[in-house]
């Protein structure tokens, strides 16, 4: 009997979401489940039954990312904590081999190391693809020390000018900027912004820049609707679900 019940971290894995899910899930009665004293536990048939659920309507979170305009676009990103952050750069930049384009990745409070081992975890051949170049990571702090906004900007119109000298038509890349980047001055992370979708515009790169919201206070409230308005669309990201939202011009 024990052989057919399944802990909520296996399950988690299974349908490659998060424990916190599968435990909303429970709660929720979307999910059925039998509790044993203060766990939880799934049927084989239980799991059996929402893989196919799965299989027929997709993983749910993966569609938003085809609402994203393959050629042009500068999308701001939502999420609530670092690990969420990482789910949702792997699933874009998954999207985007599927596709055949060549993957930037902008550090600003990310170590690049980080990065690479937290792509690996979640399915992303790091090692091979930078070999390749077919992947670039690059400390944008460092850039904007030393040249100001002009230093990450310039680099992101130089690679996505060497994915083109490589034969690639378009560049996909996720930057990950904090409130406090740019010098920890907010109008000068503004100023960034600007610059980097008017680069967007002329170039054949597809740009996520993922912030973390913890929570909202009136500031943080604010400033999400001051970087919402230099974005040509918005994603809110949360265990996997995720709703896209275009920044249509009045």
Same mark, same amino acid.
């Given at each position: 009997?024990?052989e057919?019940l399944f802990?909520?971290?296996?399950?988690?894995?299974i349908l490659k979401?998060? *424990?916190?899910t599968?435990?909303?899930?429970?709660?929720a009665?979307?999910? *059925?489940?039998?509790?044993?004293g203060?766990?939880?536990r799934? +049927?084989k048939?239980?799991l059996?039954?929402?893989?196919q659920?799965?299989?027929?309507?997709?993983?749910k979170g993966?569609?938003?990312?085809?609402?994203?305009? *393959?050629?042009?676009d500068h999308v701001? !990103?939502?999420?609530?904590?670092?690990?969420?952050?990482?789910?949702?750069? !792997?699933? /874009?930049?998954?999207?985007g081999l599927?596709?055949g384009?060549?993957?930037?990745?902008?550090c600003?409070?990310?170590?690049?190391?980080d990065?690479?081992?937290?792509?690996s975890?979640?399915?992303? *051949?790091?090692?091979?693809?930078? !070999?390749?170049?077919?992947?670039?990571i690059?400390d944008?702090?460092?850039?904007?020390?030393?040249?100001?906004?002009?230093?990450?900007?310039?680099t992101?119109?130089?690679e996505a +000018?060497k994915s083109?000298?490589l034969?690639?038509?378009?560049?996909?890349?996720?930057g990950?900027p904090h409130?406090l980047?740019?010098?920890g =001055?907010?109008p000068?992370l503004?100023e960034?912004?600007n610059?980097l979708?008017?680069i /967007?515009?002329?170039?054949?790169?597809?740009?996520i820049c993922?912030?973390? /919201?913890?929570?909202f206070?009136?500031?943080? /409230?604010?400033?999400?609707i001051?970087?919402?308005? =230099? =974005?040509k669309?918005?994603?809110?990201?949360?265990?996997?679900?995720?709703?896209?939202l275009?920044?249509?011009?009045?």
């Amino acid at each position: 009997m024990n052989e057919e019940l399944f802990t909520v971290e296996e399950v988690a894995e299974i349908l490659k979401t998060t *424990p916190n899910t599968i435990y909303r899930w429970l709660r929720a009665g979307k999910l *059925p489940g039998i509790k044993l004293g203060k766990e939880w536990r799934i +049927k084989k048939e239980t799991l059996s039954s929402k893989l196919q659920e799965t299989n027929i309507t997709g993983i749910k979170g993966q569609s938003f990312l085809d609402s994203i305009d *393959p050629q042009h676009d500068h999308v701001m !990103a939502v999420t609530r904590d670092t690990n969420n952050l990482y789910n949702l750069e !792997a699933e /874009f930049f998954k999207k985007g081999l599927s596709r055949g384009y060549r993957l930037f990745k902008g550090c600003w409070w990310q170590n690049p190391d980080d990065v690479r081992q937290e792509l690996s975890i979640r399915g992303l *051949p790091i090692e091979e693809l930078e !070999a390749k170049n077919s992947l670039t990571i690059v400390d944008l702090t460092s850039q904007y020390n030393r040249l100001g906004k002009n230093g990450p900007v310039q680099t992101w119109v130089n690679e996505a +000018k060497k994915s083109i000298e490589l034969g690639y038509k378009i560049m996909w890349g996720s930057g990950s900027p904090h409130l406090l980047s740019c010098g920890g =001055h907010f109008p000068n992370l503004i100023e960034f912004e600007n610059s980097l979708n008017d680069i /967007f515009k002329q170039l054949p790169v597809v740009g996520i820049c993922p912030y973390i /919201f913890e929570e909202f206070t009136d500031d943080c /409230f604010g400033q999400l609707i001051d970087l919402m308005n =230099h =974005h040509k669309s918005v994603i809110f990201y949360n265990d996997g679900s995720a709703i896209l939202l275009k920044n249509e011009p009045a």
